[in-house]
Nanobody, 124 residues
């Protein structure tokens, strides 16, 4: 079983920044494509960003492009989501997810492993 543990959420004013972290399985971490998803109040869980196993390629949802940056440190078995210029509509429970296949996807059904989530609340 792969355990993922998110941290870094909190309450921030609009225009502010937060950095989320997700700690993954130690020495096997580099074998997983990693992604962030979010679920706002009354909404479906939606894709935010993903990153390839080496960290060489990333992809973002249009709603966060230019404001959020996904990165990973395989030596620390951690994936990050740097969130800048936050908006009230970014308020959500943010989840990290892992996929052992060597392909990237925005479909949540394709990710095998999920963290418990970390809450991000952006006030106006």
């Amino acid at each position: 079983q792969v355990q993922l543990v998110e941290s870094g959420g909190g309450l921030v004013q609009a225009g502010g920044s937060l950095r989320l972290s997700c700690a993954g399985p130690g020495r096997t971490f580099s074998s997983y494509v990693m992604a962030w998803f979010r679920q706002g109040p009354g909404k479906e869980r939606e894709f935010v960003a993903h990153i390839t196993r080496s960290g060489g390629m990333t992809y973002y949802a249009d709603s966060v492009k230019g404001r959020f940056t996904i990165s990973r440190d395989n030596a620390k078995a951690t994936v990050y989501l740097q969130m800048n210029s936050l908006k009230p509509e970014d308020t959500a429970l943010y989840y990290c997810a892992a996929d052992p296949r060597p392909v990237t996807t925005t479909r949540k059904s394709e990710y095998n492993y999920w963290g418990q989530g970390t809450q991000v609340t952006v006030s106006s």
